[in-house]
């Protein structure tokens, strides 16, 4: 495993981060593979043995149980100042705003959640899961600052947001005296790579760092078109996020799957390698060993310009899909 800083901060990651969404009581959330914690644990383990410290999971996964069981493993296997952890927060629900309780109020509610399903007492970094055009941003600005100096997170990161939403809430912060998001998790890979377009330039300009989701697109780059796999039947947030351009993306899928029985190398490790060249640490989704085994060899990988230009040579624009498809910004906002 390689190691690297995250950002401009003092955390030292591994260039995998352990995507945790998968583990999670399944009747608790809207995916139905996910991993009881028997297995979860096993994964987690596995994850440590091979040199990942990095572990991504949210309070909206599966109900937090997703946290509860990252929680649990993370105490059994490993020191608290071992392992980096990352989870996120959700926006203000209808009925909070309806009771008047503020973005403060709301962020300190549920670092609270957080920190009781994991039984930790900080989290390394807290992220802003989704952008919340009903609330003002002074208040997520706040409230996020004082989670940090309450100590209760190291740092602050955010997901599922616009390159101008990122430099206008640090810019805010930088007036007020607030902690800055030190990264971004967007969501990127090889057949989505609209991230290049504004993003990825703020990130390097600002010393931001990126650890995009989807890293290997719901198992797409993982498996040659017409392969599948029980998430790829079930999940149908992916199924929406892809489905609908499968026919260009699967050009690339086809080189993909040709430089990898070049190399004698597994999809997984070809694709992730190439994501590897442009960001911090991709954060991928394990539910079986091979998954982690994979990510963790394709540090070790390095392609040629060659080997990446063929990899990229054969996409085209894509349009917003998922959570920034279903979070367009009304006008003035």
């Known amino acids: 495993m390689e190691y690297t800083k995250l950002g401009n901060t003092d955390l030292t990651v591994s260039r995998i981060c352990m995507g945790c969404m998968g583990f999670g009581e399944a009747g608790k959330g809207q995916h139905s593979w996910t991993l009881d914690e028997a297995h979860s644990r096993e994964i987690i383990r596995r994850g440590l043995e091979l040199g990942v410290n990095f572990y991504d999971t949210a309070i909206g996964y599966q109900g937090g149980t997703s946290e509860q069981y990252v929680g649990r493993a993370l105490k059994g296997y490993a020191k608290r100042d071992e392992v980096v952890v990352a989870t996120k927060f959700v926006p203000r629900t209808r009925e909070e705003i309806e009771k008047g309780i503020t973005g403060q109020q709301h962020i300190g509610r549920m670092i609270d959640q957080s920190l009781s399903n994991l039984g930790m007492d900080y989290v390394d970094l807290y992220i802003y899961h989704m952008w919340d055009y009903g609330t003002p941003l002074y208040d997520i600005m706040d409230g996020l600052n004082r989670v940090v100096q309450a100590g209760k997170a190291r740092y602050i990161g955010i997901s599922n947001c616009y390159a101008y939403q990122l430099a206008r809430a640090n810019a805010l912060a930088d007036k007020e005296g607030f902690a800055k998001f030190v990264?971004?998790?967007?969501?990127?890979?090889?057949?989505?790579?609209?991230?290049?377009?504004?993003?990825?330039?703020?990130?390097?300009?600002?010393?931001?760092?990126?650890?995009?989701?989807?890293?290997?697109?719901?198992?797409?780059?993982?498996?040659?078109?017409?392969?599948?796999?029980?998430?790829?039947?079930?999940?149908?947030?992916?199924?929406m996020k892809y489905d609908g351009t499968a026919g260009q993306d699967n050009i690339i899928v086809e080189r993909v799957a040709k430089l990898a029985e070049k190399r004698g190398v597994s999809?997984?490790?070809?694709?992730l390698a190439w994501l590897l060249t442009k960001v911090t640490a991709p954060v991928v989704g394990a539910t079986k060993f091979h998954h982690i085994e994979g990510a963790a060899k394709a540090v070790g990988l390095k392609l040629s310009l060659e080997e990446s230009a063929y990899l990229e040579e054969p996409y085209v624009p894509h349009s917003l899909v998922g959570v920034m498809a279903q979070n367009i910004p009304a006008a003035g906002k």
Do not use: W
Not at 191 to 217: H, N, Q, V, W
Not at 267 to 271: A, D, F, G, K, R
């Open 267 to 271: 999809m997984t490790e070809i694709s």
């Open 183 to 239: 990264s971004v998790q967007g969501h990127y890979n090889l057949i989505f790579r609209e991230e290049e377009r504004e993003m990825a330039k703020l990130c390097l300009e600002d010393g931001i760092a990126m650890t995009p989701y989807s890293a290997l697109a719901g198992g797409r780059l993982s498996k040659r078109p017409g392969e599948t796999s029980k998430r790829m039947k079930e999940d149908g947030y992916a199924k």
